[in-house]
């Protein structure tokens, strides 16, 4: 079992930054997928970034140029620079891992960061 604790999570200004962490209670390393979604109210959960075991990544339109994903496994830890943010990225942003083996595939989330965008 694989337990992901996500933080960052904050109150900040249209046009600022955060960066949010993931730290798992495992290695990563053999995650096929590991990303960040997030929900908004009265929004369906979204796919914010991926990033692939061979380190492909893969955004969502809305955040193009603007967030970057990253993974270092060697801290077990995944990584989702957010600059210019803008108020329609406020949401609860979750960390998500999947892992495909011979077993078949398996998901896990964290609990979830606020991240909240206003002036």
């Not at 398996?106 to 002036?119: A, I, K, L, N, P």
Request: with cysteine; proline share 3%; charged share 20%.
């Amino acid at each position: 079992q694989v337990q992901l604790v996500e933080s960052g999570g904050d109150l900040v200004q249209p046009g600022g930054s955060l960066r949010l962490s993931c730290a798992a209670s495992g290695t990563i390393s053999s995650m096929y997928y590991m990303g960040w979604y997030r929900h908004a109210p009265g929004k369906q959960r979204e796919l914010v970034a991926r990033i692939s075991i061979r380190n492909n990544t893969n955004y969502a339109d809305s955040v193009k140029g603007r967030f970057t994903i990253s993974r270092d496994n060697t801290r077990n830890t995944v990584y989702l620079q957010m600059n210019s943010l803008k108020p329609v990225d406020t949401a609860v942003y979750y960390c998500n891992a999947v892992k495909i083996d011979g077993l078949g595939r398996r998901e896990y989330w964290g609990q979830g960061t606020q991240v909240t965008v206003s002036s």
